[in-house]
Structures are given as structure tokens and as C-alpha cells.
């Protein structure tokens, strides 16, 4: 069974940075995408970033976030890492991890019902 555990979240001043990590075990997967949500209260969750790990091709779901966040894998680890620079109060969410096996490189889809591994999440809160 796939799992993914988060962590890294924290609460931060804006303008400060944190860097969210994700570790996956369990899967026997030729390759994967992992990616990062994010979900305030009363809003659907919403797609940030992802990464395949065949080719280290990278989407921006949220292209806004394109300049300060960014993606970045550790192979060796099984770990998926999210930088979050020059955090703003909207950036506040529970932030979540997710994955699904694929075959090839490319770009992981931007969609969330394409993704079926998820992990518990991670709180994130900027203050202003």
C-alpha cells in the first residue's frame, strides 16, 4: 500500500519561507508523479505544483506561484520537497501531498481525480 507522510508545515511570518517535505513508501511504480494541493476552509482543493520523477518535469498548477514556490525531488529518499519562499497571508491551507504511479515522463495531470495516493497534510499559516 502507497503512503505518503508530510511534513514541514509550521506558522510563519509573511515574507518568510518553509519548505514542506514528502516521503513515499509502498509503491512498486515504474515511475510517479507527486504533487502538492492545498485546501482552505470551505473551498475545494486546489492544485499548486507537481513533479514526474521519470524526467523531473515540473507543472505549475497555480501558475501565480510561479517565483516563489518551487518543486524538487530526492530519488534516493522517496521524498518530494516543496519550497515556499516569500509566504504571503493567502498561502495559509492545509497543504497536501499526493501521487500516482505512471509509465513515462511528462507532465503529471493538473487534475485531482487523477491523483489516488494522498497523504494527511500538512497546516501552513502565514501571519501578517
Known amino acids: 500500500q502507497v503512503q505518503l507522510v508530510e511534513s514541514g508545515g509550521g506558522s510563519v511570518q509573511a515574507g518568510g519561507s518553509l519548505r514542506l517535505s514528502c516521503v513515499r513508501s509502498?509503491?512498486?511504480?515504474?515511475?510517479?508523479?507527486m504533487g502538492w494541493f492545498r485546501q482552505t476552509p470551505g473551498r475545494e482543493r486546489e492544485g499548486v505544483i507537481s513533479?514526474?520523477?521519470?524526467?523531473?518535469?515540473?507543472?505549475f498548477i497555480m501558475a501565480e506561484l510561479k517565483g516563489r514556490f518551487t518543486v524538487s525531488q530526492d530519488k534516493a529518499k522517496n521524498t518530494v520537497y516543496l519550497q515556499m519562499n516569500n509566504l504571503e497571508p493567502e498561502d495559509t491551507a492545509m497543504y497536501y501531498c499526493?501521487?500516482?504511479?505512471?509509465?513515462?515522463?511528462?507532465?503529471?495531470?493538473?487534475?485531482?481525480?487523477?491523483?489516488?495516493?494522498w497523504g494527511q497534510g500538512t497546516q501552513v499559516t502565514v501571519s501578517s
Open positions: 499526493a501521487a500516482y504511479g505512471v509509465t513515462t515522463g511528462g507532465y503529471c495531470s493538473p487534475m485531482n481525480s487523477e491523483w489516488n495516493v
Open positions: 509502498g509503491d512498486t511504480w515504474p515511475h510517479y508523479c
Open positions: 513533479i514526474n520523477g521519470a524526467d523531473g518535469r515540473v507543472r
